[in-house]
């Protein structure tokens, strides 16, 4: 038999030759120093290589392949939901103060706006100063605000439609009492 | 179960909406597939935004996978053409391989007559690092076959499904990755 090729020591090495060709490849190793030689360099060549050693992903490396496949996002429904639910319930809140107050829609809708504005002129110098404070913040909190953006996601999308009708109801309501007691407060304040 | 019914159900399961199937598909493959593209990059941050490019082209393509065939060698599919893309824009050649066979520079496939012992006379941990080294500087596509063989521990058959070519083709260039190492070693030793 003639000297191996590379090819077949190769094959030799990792067990891929037909077991006839294999006995005969094994007679003339036994036979020739150069052939032997050329295998058992290519045998450590081999056993150096299997052992190479591995890269390791970092340990959260799923969760981050699985946050840029899936990412939070709020369905267009809920928004709709709430934003319908807003709507609705101002207009239960001045319902309710036009039963409570006994006044016809434009002078509740007139001395709502009042309120407001007086609201406004009150208090806007303060919240200009406010602002002005909460601005040397912002960068700092920027963090922060994203979470809470985040929790709120989340939440719109744990809690149902219904649900979410219910408790902007209610905080609008509370606001517009709210409105409606700094006036009479304001008022008696004038009588006094 | 088997590897491979066990990856075919994953991936149904993925198909019908179960996100936590696919959360176990990326646990199984995230390290073979680093490793594979980690070697063939270079760059472990690259190699890393790869590896999530990758597992998020598969997941887009799920629906288009046929369960008749292996699920690992589709998703090395999958990263083999994200790599040729990659070489293509940094201008690799990663097409000539055939021209690269005729070239001078590979060793042939014949065993000299007069050899020098160059692997043997290294340690394996001191030929492990040496390997390491001159992995970078082989062909990229023959370096992606080594990587395939010896460290993703791929048979013939499964390269030559992946790279859609023939086995004999494979284990050819196989052999040539090997004997170029064997040669910048002997350059260095």
Same mark, same amino acid.
């Given at each position: 038999?003639?000297? /191996?090729?590379?090819?077949?020591?190769?094959?030799?090495?990792?067990?891929?030759?037909?077991?006839?060709? #294999?006995? %005969?490849?094994?007679?003339?190793?036994?036979?020739?120093? +150069?052939?032997?030689?050329?295998?058992?360099?290519?045998?450590? $060549?081999?056993?150096?290589?299997?052992?190479?050693?591995?890269?390791?992903?970092?340990?959260?490396?799923?969760?981050?392949?699985?946050?840029?496949?899936?990412?939070?996002?709020?369905?267009?429904?809920?928004?709709?939901?709430?934003?319908?639910?807003?709507?609705?319930?101002?207009?239960?809140?001045?319902?309710?103060?036009?039963?409570?107050?006994?006044? #016809?829609?434009?002078? $509740? /809708?007139?001395?709502? #706006?009042?309120? /407001?504005? #007086?609201?406004?002129?009150?208090?806007?110098?303060?919240?200009?100063?406010?602002?002005?404070?909460?601005?040397?913040?912002?960068?700092? /909190? =920027? =963090?922060?605000?994203?979470? *809470?953006? +985040?929790?709120?996601?989340?939440?719109?999308?744990? *809690?149902?439609?219904?649900?979410?009708?219910?408790? *902007?109801?209610?905080?609008?309501?509370?606001?517009?009492?709210?409105?409606?007691?700094? +006036?009479? %407060?304001?008022?008696?304040?004038?009588?006094? | 179960?088997?590897?491979?019914?066990? @990856?075919?159900?994953?991936?149904?399961?993925?198909?019908?909406?179960?996100?936590?199937?696919?959360?176990?598909?990326?646990?199984?493959?995230?390290? !073979?597939?680093?490793?594979?593209?980690?070697?063939?990059?270079?760059?472990?941050?690259?190699?890393? @935004?790869?590896?999530?490019?990758?597992?998020?082209? &598969?997941?887009?393509?799920?629906?288009?996978?046929?369960?008749?065939?292996?699920?690992?060698?589709?998703?090395?599919?999958?990263?083999?053409?994200?790599?040729? @893309?990659?070489?293509?824009?940094?201008?690799? @050649?990663?097409?000539?391989?055939?021209?690269?066979?005729?070239?001078?520079?590979?060793? !042939?496939?014949?065993?000299?007559?007069?050899?020098?012992?160059?692997? &043997?006379?290294?340690?394996?941990?001191?030929?492990?690092?040496?390997?390491?080294?001159?992995?970078?500087?082989?062909?990229?596509?023959?370096?992606?076959?080594?990587?395939?063989?010896?460290?993703?521990?791929?048979?013939?058959?499964?390269?030559?499904?992946?790279?859609?070519?023939?086995?004999?083709?494979?284990?050819?260039?196989?052999?040539?990755?090997?004997?170029?190492?064997?040669?910048?070693?002997?350059?260095?030793?």
């Amino acid at each position: 038999m003639k000297c /191996l090729s590379i090819e077949q020591i190769y094959l030799c090495i990792e067990k891929e030759l037909p077991l006839s060709e #294999n006995k %005969k490849i094994e007679e003339h190793l036994a036979t020739c120093r +150069k052939c032997k030689n050329a295998l058992e360099e290519r045998r450590h $060549l081999l056993q150096a290589s299997e052992n190479l050693p591995l890269w390791q992903t970092p340990p959260d490396f799923t969760q981050q392949v699985m946050a840029r496949i899936f990412p939070i996002r709020v369905p267009l429904s809920a928004w709709l939901t709430a934003a319908s639910a807003g709507f609705g319930s101002i207009t239960l809140a001045i319902f309710i103060l036009f039963l409570v107050t006994g006044q #016809n829609f434009s002078s $509740l /809708l007139t001395s709502l #706006n009042h309120s /407001l504005w #007086n609201f406004v002129r009150n208090f806007s110098p303060v919240f200009v100063k406010l602002f002005k404070v909460a601005s040397l913040f912002v960068k700092t /909190l =920027q =963090q922060f605000f994203e979470y *809470i953006i +985040k929790a709120f996601a989340s939440l719109t999308t744990i *809690i149902s439609p219904q649900v979410q009708i219910i408790i *902007i109801t209610i905080a609008i309501i509370l606001i517009a009492f709210s409105i409606y007691g700094i +006036k009479r %407060k304001i008022f008696i304040g004038e009588q006094a | 179960m088997s590897s491979m019914n066990e @990856d075919k159900e994953l991936v149904e399961r993925t198909i019908k909406g179960d996100k936590e199937a696919f959360e176990m598909i990326i646990q199984k493959y995230q390290q !073979p597939l680093l490793n594979y593209i980690g070697r063939t990059v270079g760059e472990r941050e690259l190699a890393l @935004d790869f590896t999530q490019e990758v597992f998020i082209k &598969t997941y887009s393509s799920l629906h288009s996978y046929k369960p008749q065939y292996k699920f690992s060698t589709w998703l090395f599919k999958i990263a083999s053409n994200f790599i040729i @893309d990659y070489w293509r824009k940094k201008k690799i @050649d990663a097409f000539s391989l055939d021209q690269q066979e005729q070239d001078n520079d590979l060793p !042939p496939l014949q065993v000299p007559d007069k050899e020098p012992s160059i692997v &043997t006379k290294f340690e394996i941990s001191e030929l492990r690092e040496r390997i390491e080294q001159s992995l970078e500087k082989i062909p990229a596509p023959l370096r992606e076959v080594f990587v395939w063989r010896h460290i993703n521990e791929f048979s013939y058959e499964e390269m030559a499904e992946i790279k859609g070519l023939p086995v004999g083709t494979i284990k050819n260039r196989v052999f040539q990755a090997r004997e170029l190492i064997r040669k910048r070693l002997e350059e260095k030793a």
